[in-house]
T-cell receptor, first 114, second 114 residues
């Protein structure tokens, strides 16, 4: 079946602009995660959605970052007023909310802020 | 809070030789443990996982890992390296009993020499 998809695969933006990154999870997966992978910080958790519960935003680095998940499926990560330190690969993952929580990762969006 | 330490950011082995990638964790509760592999410009793929039960777990591509509670370790091994094993490997931990984010180690880049 189809895996986790992310778009765009690459995004180049100017400092100060807003960007939106999209994630389509595996159908039927109720949990969705965003991570950031950067040279300096490695793989970091950003935010987690589980069903209709309030998201766990504990990993968001600043209030310029936000995310939403519509209809329990597609998620959008928004970065406002981008800074050069936001340059990274943003990875999305999804998992079933039953039993063991194996996360399936998408290919990522590479964001470059110039 | 949990954390993961991967000893050796770069490991080189000859084709056919034993692969050993080290992972130690700290967790205040029994952890779930994972190894993921990342090929260039791709997302993360699950190699294997430990939740409960048998402490020696087998994964894809001939990899296995052993959970040693007394040593707080979850080292990844493969008896005979193949050129296609060259990739970056990440050890990760999550808290048992709930769907929560993964905490990753800093990764180990595996090079396989002909």
């Amino acid at each position: 079946g189809a895996g986790v998809s992310q778009s765009p695969s690459n995004k180049v933006t100017e400092k100060g602009k807003d960007v939106e990154l999209r994630c389509d999870p595996i159908s039927g997966h109720t949990a969705l995660y965003w991570y950031r992978q950067s040279l300096g910080q490695g793989l970091e958790f950003l935010i987690y959605f589980q069903g209709n519960s309030a998201p766990d935003k504990s990993g968001l680095p600043s209030d310029r970052f936000s995310a939403e998940r519509t209809g329990g499926s597609v998620s959008t990560l928004t970065i406002q007023r981008t800074q050069q330190e936001d340059s990274a690969v943003y990875l999305c993952a999804s998992s079933l909310d039953t039993g063991f929580y194996e996360q399936y990762f998408g290919p990522g969006t590479r964001l470059t802020v110039t | 809070a949990q954390s993961v330490t991967q000893l050796g950011s770069h490991v080189s082995v000859s084709e056919g030789a034993l692969v050993l990638l080290r992972c130690n964790y700290s967790s205040s509760v029994p952890p779930y443990l994972f190894w993921y592999v990342q090929y260039p410009n791709q997302g993360l793929q699950l190699l294997l996982k430990y939740t409960t039960g048998a402490t020696l777990v087998k994964g894809i591509n001939g990899f296995e890992a052993e959970f040693k509670k007394s040593e707080t370790s979850f080292h990844l091994t493969k008896p005979s390296a193949h050129m296609s094993d060259a990739a970056e490997y990440f050890c990760a931990v999550s808290l048992s009993g709930s769907a929560r984010q993964l905490t990753f180690g800093s990764g180990t880049q595996l090079t396989v020499l002909p």
